[in-house]
């Protein structure tokens, strides 16, 4: 008679089946031949455009990770996603026969990895699935239409410049006026299943700050925060933002609705210019190569509304000289679906957040708000225009109360308007209390 063994606990084996599946039995080898500026030239490689090769170092037993950027007739180009040492004439160059990869999973909230999707909170390795990191947009009709606003808890955006579900909006700022605060009181307040937070190209002493003070535990408690900072070779930083831009696809295609953060577009530009440049791309405008305005939209169209789920984005653009008209602040204007503009005068003022009303705009506002909503909204702008126009005469002295009864009704009013737009950083409004305070401003109207 035979025994029955039973197996109380098998072994899972699906992760080594997965590892064999992504096996390749077969490897290309090339060696390095030349090495200028960033780029790291190689024979004897057959391979793609974006493929991930490992150099040989003779000074460390881990490979030298680079990606394919390009070709110069029978030599590859190749940039690191590190530090050039321990590269030699003659280094062997293996190619993997994929593209770049990261690990993703419902673990990945409340924690803070790398550009290049590698853990950086010390809290150990992040369990989950292998996703390349170049996906294609959402087909356009797939796209369900976006009608379903979405509150970030901060009144002059949810008073006046409305977004909705699966919008994607540019947050336009020069340097030190309150960009990365507004950044942190609309991923506490912003009522999403989880956020997505990509710092590219940011100075490393800011991050922990960000993390810390502005994003807070609550706040990094249904957060995903991606760093890659200015120190970092440039092909991080543009990997940075694609990782950030996969995570929150991931997501997405759970169901969930994300908030997506960006900071911020400039610097993933300066990135992509810098590897243009180092191909060889000729410069176009202001220094920026073709590639730069090509992979803008790639980038920004991943977000929005899918079938499952939505991605609300949010990029900050760092605008030269407060220069609203530079290269690619105008590139990213046309592509999003509004844009928010602080102002260096208001915050002078201490006019925080720095909000200009009057330059900013939703375009989705007349899609998701209701009609009270919208009328409130419209004569708030108008009281703003009006004061706009007056506010030099009223200043020296000029006007004479009772000249213009549009201007008395609008200086008698600031007061409470300046009130409604000011917020603390700490303070999250709830949309129906905003809009019942936008309505009450011409209660007495």
């Not at 990770?65 to 280094?91: Q, T």
């Not at 990191?133 to 008073?159: C, H, K, Q, W, Y």
């Not at 009522?191 to 535990?217: C, H, K, M, Q, T």
């Not at 009057?358 to 419209?378: F, N, P, Q, W, Y």
Request: glycine share 12%.
């Amino acid at each position: 008679m035979t025994a029955v063994v039973a197996v109380a606990n098998p072994i899972d084996l699906s992760r080594f089946h997965q590892a064999l599946d992504e096996l390749d039995p077969f490897r290309c080898s090339g060696r390095v031949v030349q090495v200028i500026g960033l780029t790291v030239e190689a024979v004897g490689l057959t391979c793609e455009l974006g493929e991930v090769c490992h150099i040989v170092s003779q000074r460390s037993r881990e490979p030298i990770v680079a990606e394919v950027v390009g070709f110069r007739e029978d030599r590859v180009l190749l940039m690191l996603f590190g530090e050039m040492s321990g590269i030699a004439p003659g280094s062997e160059v293996l190619s993997t026969g994929g593209g770049f990869s990261i690990v993703i999973g419902p673990a990945l909230v409340g924690r803070v990895i790398d550009g290049l999707g590698r853990p950086l909170d010390g809290k150990g390795p992040i369990s989950g699935r292998r996703y390349r990191v170049g996906n294609a947009p959402p087909d356009a009709l797939s796209r369900p239409r976006i009608a379903e606003p979405l509150a970030t808890g901060v009144r002059a955006i949810d008073g006046l410049l409305t977004c909705g579900k699966g919008q994607r909006l540019g947050i336009f700022s020069g340097s030190g006026i309150g960009k990365s605060t507004l950044l942190g009181m609309i991923a506490r307040g912003v009522s999403a299943d989880v956020n997505v937070i990509g710092l590219i190209g940011e100075r490393g002493r800011e991050v922990r700050e960000f993390i810390e003070r502005d994003l807070g535990p609550e706040g990094l408690a249904r957060s995903v925060v991606i760093v890659s900072t200015s120190d970092q070779p440039a092909l991080v930083r543009v990997k940075g933002a694609w990782v950030a831009t996969t995570v929150a696809e991931y997501f997405r295609e759970q169901g969930l609705h994300v908030s997506f953060l960006m900071d911020s577009v400039t610097r993933f530009a300066m990135a992509q210019r810098e590897i243009g440049l180092t191909v060889g791309e000729p410069p176009a405008a202001k220094g920026y190569t073709p590639s730069v305005f090509a992979l803008l939209p790639k980038l920004m169209e991943r977000a929005g509304a899918a079938e499952r789920g939505t991605i609300t984005g949010f990029y900050t653009v760092l605008v030269e000289g407060d220069d609203m008209q530079e290269p690619i602040a105008d590139a990213v204007r046309a592509i999003l679906d509004g844009h928010i503009v602080l102002s260096r005068e208001l915050a002078a003022e201490n006019h925080y957040p720095s909000i200009d009303v009057l330059a900013s705009i939703s375009r989705l506002m007349s899609e998701v708000a209701g009609d009270e909503h919208k009328a409130a909204a419209a004569l708030l702008r108008e009281v703003l225009a009006t004061y706009a126009n007056a506010r030099d005469l009223v200043n020296i002295g000029a006007y004479v109360a009772g000249s213009n009864p549009a201007i008395d009704y609008a200086l008698g009013l600031m007061p409470a308007v300046r009130d409604f737009l000011r917020q603390p950083a700490d303070q999250v409004a709830e949309f129906e209390q905003t809009v019942r305070a936008l309505r009450g401003l011409f209660a007495n109207g």
